[in-house]
């Protein structure tokens, strides 16, 4: 257990709909960052947020949007949803938003579009 | 951006044989590179990791090798056990921003 919760573990919904994915990082861990995984690609790194602020942004459509809260955990908001956004979402935290921090995955909401 | 290429996909050895997994990295500013075992319905867990400061570093049956010349490392597993079936991942961290870049991944299977 990595000690990150991200729930719901499963979601199924139909295209054009909003979905909205909750990550609580571990105790102590300021960094949250999302990642997309789908069978034909690997990790898709989505965006990262530090305290509460925006530090990076991967390949996030504009469809989607995440933000962290003052209490930490962190919410990915994906809207208009179609059928190629089904995929495994990852959230991970590491303690800082620096070079070389160590990053731990929770285990994944997997998202069906149908 | 970082570019990490890894080979191969797919890998299978039979029980108490060592696995290689190798990836390359693009961008020479990235010094820091951990390794991810991923089992079925489970998210990326931590097995090693490397800083670009080091060549070689060692955790029981798994060691990770870094050439930063060659912008190359690899992942070394000896004896390996069927519980070491799963996918595995390499990442590249580049000096500024803490973004990981991921490998495509491995697909080991220990053959009992």
């Known amino acids: 257990d990595s000690g990150v919760t991200q729930t719901p573990k499963h979601l199924i919904t139909a295209t054009g709909q909003r979905v909205t994915l909750r990550c609580s990082p571990r105790?102590?861990?300021?960094?949250v960052y999302w990642y997309q995984q789908s069978l034909d690609q690997g990790l898709q790194f989505l965006i990262h947020?530090?305290?509460?602020?925006?530090?990076a942004k991967g390949n996030i459509l504009e469809r989607f949007s995440a933000q962290q809260f003052p209490d930490l955990h962190s919410e990915l908001n994906l809207s208009s949803l179609e059928l190629g956004d089904s995929a495994l979402y990852f959230c991970?935290?590491?303690?800082?938003?620096?070079?070389?921090?160590?990053?731990?995955f929770g285990e994944g909401s997997w998202l069906t579009v149908v | 951006g970082e570019n990490v290429e890894q080979h191969p996909s797919t890998l299978s050895v039979q029980e108490g044989d060592s696995a290689v997994i190798k990836c390359t990295y693009s961008?020479?500013?990235?010094?820091?590179f951990p390794w991810y075992k991923q089992e079925l319905g489970k998210g990326p867990q931590l097995i090693i990791d490397?800083?670009?400061?080091?060549g070689e570093k060692k955790d029981q049956r798994i060691a990770v090798t870094l050439n930063k010349t060659a912008k190359h490392f690899s992942l070394h597993i000896t004896e390996t056990q069927p519980e070491d079936s799963a996918v595995y991942f390499c990442?590249?961290?580049?000096?500024?921003?803490?973004?990981?870049?991921f490998g495509t991944g491995t697909s080991l299977t220990v053959i009992p």
């Open positions: 490397i800083r670009s400061n080091v």
């Open positions: 991970a935290s590491s303690v800082e938003g620096s070079v070389g921090n160590t990053i731990y």
């Open positions: 961008d020479s500013a990235s010094n820091y």
């Open positions: 990442a590249a961290s580049p000096q500024f921003g803490n973004q990981f870049y």
């Open positions: 105790s102590g861990d300021l960094s």
């Open positions: 947020y530090y305290n509460g602020e925006e530090r």
